[in-house]
């Protein structure tokens, strides 16, 4: 049972005496304890107001990280993804250990800075696989949402969208998810575009044009998102790119992407050779 506060404030003057000291901070009578291994004297105005700033402080955190929980829920719902383990993906897991590591993360915090403040940026990472491309790119919308919970952030497996379209068109339930998915895709403040161009390597050939359909589902998605901040991974190199998707797709994807973009050819592949 709760005390009242009469009980309460006779319980405080059996433990402690108001001495003719004043608090250095706000001036009220400090405090102190009858039994002096209880500590030193205290001012009860100030404990009760880091008391209370305290709770407020705990308060806007649990408010933060229901805001954050929301935003990342709309970011799933909003993409297209076969991993899951992909939503795992921080900045904070990505480990720089070489030169190309190095860039590849100051481009990355740099882009959520500039993103943050408003500017187009399209940045692309492109080269060998498993340099940690898609964890750099699913970082920067993570910390770009952590800025701003209420930006809109989509995620897409490009090959799997291609995959997907393509069903949908015998299949009216998943035509209308289709073109729902490829609105937000237009509109979206952040879009990741994952992995270009697995639909067109084959072991043989890496260069291999693409077909008509990807093309022009490509290009639709790079004309809409001209002026819109946009991230591209791809295994492919600049001229593959070229080879397989044409100048102006090309042209399209480095648009607004001085200083962001960075081609692996060097690291390690993080997937096979773990980096501690």
């Not at 009242?4 to 608090?23: F, H, M, P």
């Amino acid at each position: 049972m709760m005390k009242s506060t009469a009980g309460v404030n006779e319980w405080r003057k059996q433990l402690t005496y108001q001495t003719d000291i004043d608090c250095k901070h706000c001036g009220n009578k400090l405090f102190a304890w009858r039994i002096e291994e209880r500590g030193k004297p205290f001012c009860e105005n100030c404990v009760s107001k880091a008391k209370k700033d305290n709770e407020e402080e705990q308060q806007r955190k649990w408010t933060d990280e229901a805001y954050q929980a929301k935003a990342v829920h709309r970011f799933k719902g909003s993409s297209l993804l076969k991993d899951k383990e992909v939503w795992s993906y921080t900045l904070d897991m990505y480990k720089a250990v070489d030169s190309e590591t190095s860039k590849a993360l100051e481009i990355a915090r740099q882009a959520v800075l500039d993103i943050n403040e408003g500017k187009t940026v399209h940045v692309v990472y492109s080269g060998v696989a498993g340099a940690g491309k898609t964890t750099l790119s699913m970082g920067i919308a993570k910390e770009v949402l952590k800025h701003d919970v209420n930006k809109k952030c989509i995620v897409i497996d490009y090959q799997y969208l291609l995959e997907e379209k393509m069903r949908s068109f015998s299949d009216n339930y998943l035509s209308k998810s289709i073109d729902k998915i490829m609105n937000d895709i237009y509109t979206a403040n952040l879009v990741i575009i994952d992995d270009i161009g697995s639909e067109t390597s084959t072991a043989e050939n890496k260069k291999q044009k693409a077909s008509d359909f990807t093309v022009k589902t490509l290009n639709s998605i790079l004309q809409a998102r001209v002026n819109k901040s946009t991230i591209i991974t791809t295994n492919l190199g600049g001229l593959q790119i070229k080879a397989a998707y044409g100048e102006r797709i090309t042209s399209r994807i480095f648009a607004h992407s001085t200083g962001y973009a960075m081609a692996f050819t060097e690291t390690a592949d993080k997937r096979l050779i773990p980096i501690k």
